[in-house]
């Protein structure tokens, strides 16, 4: 599964081990047991990557031979794609522009998706050394 944390400054990608049912439950209980309020609902999550990363041709057939209808794939510019993801978004309101946006995919997709993220972190602080 993959979580995208969302925060003021921008979101972070990881991959969780855990089923999507069980994380979920554990992150109810911790909001009952801190009475914080609980906010989900299906939605889905955004965000842009390099067009010219490697790998990202690769996933980009994939998506298309597979038919996959849980990610799309939307080329911005010559610069960027936009992938789109469905998911479970978890947050303190209704409204909130903070929160955690989870999705379950098949292992290959999400590793392949949290590589590229990570790969294009890394080019990101190399250009802004």
């Given at each position: 599964?993959?979580?995208?944390?969302?925060?003021?400054?921008?979101?972070?990608?990881?991959?969780?081990?855990?089923?999507?049912e069980e994380w979920v439950q554990g992150r109810v209980i911790l909001a009952l047991r801190v009475?914080?309020?609980?906010?989900?609902?299906?939605?889905?999550?955004?965000?842009?990557?390099?067009?010219?990363?490697?790998?990202?041709?690769?996933?980009?057939?994939?998506?298309?031979?597979?038919?996959?209808?849980?990610?799309?794939?939307?080329?911005?510019?010559?610069?960027?794609?936009?992938?789109?993801?469905?998911?479970?978004?978890?947050?303190?309101?209704?409204?909130?522009?903070?929160?955690?946006?989870?999705?379950?995919?098949?292992?290959?997709?999400?590793?392949?998706?949290?590589t590229l993220w990570q790969d294009a972190q890394v080019s990101a602080s190399v250009l802004s050394?």
């Amino acid at each position: 599964m993959l979580k995208l944390t969302y925060i003021e400054t921008g979101f972070y990608l990881e991959y969780l081990t855990k089923s999507l049912e069980e994380w979920v439950q554990g992150r109810v209980i911790l909001a009952l047991r801190v009475g914080e309020s609980v906010y989900i609902e299906p939605s889905t999550a955004s965000f842009l990557l390099p067009a010219d990363l490697p790998g990202l041709k690769t996933l980009t057939l994939e998506v298309k031979k597979l038919e996959l209808d849980f990610i799309s794939l939307s080329f911005c510019d010559a610069d960027c794609v936009e992938v789109t993801i469905k998911g479970t978004w978890i947050s303190a309101k209704a409204d909130s522009e903070e929160g955690v946006f989870v999705a379950v995919m098949s292992h290959s997709i999400e590793f392949f998706l949290l590589t590229l993220w990570q790969d294009a972190q890394v080019s990101a602080s190399v250009l802004s050394d």
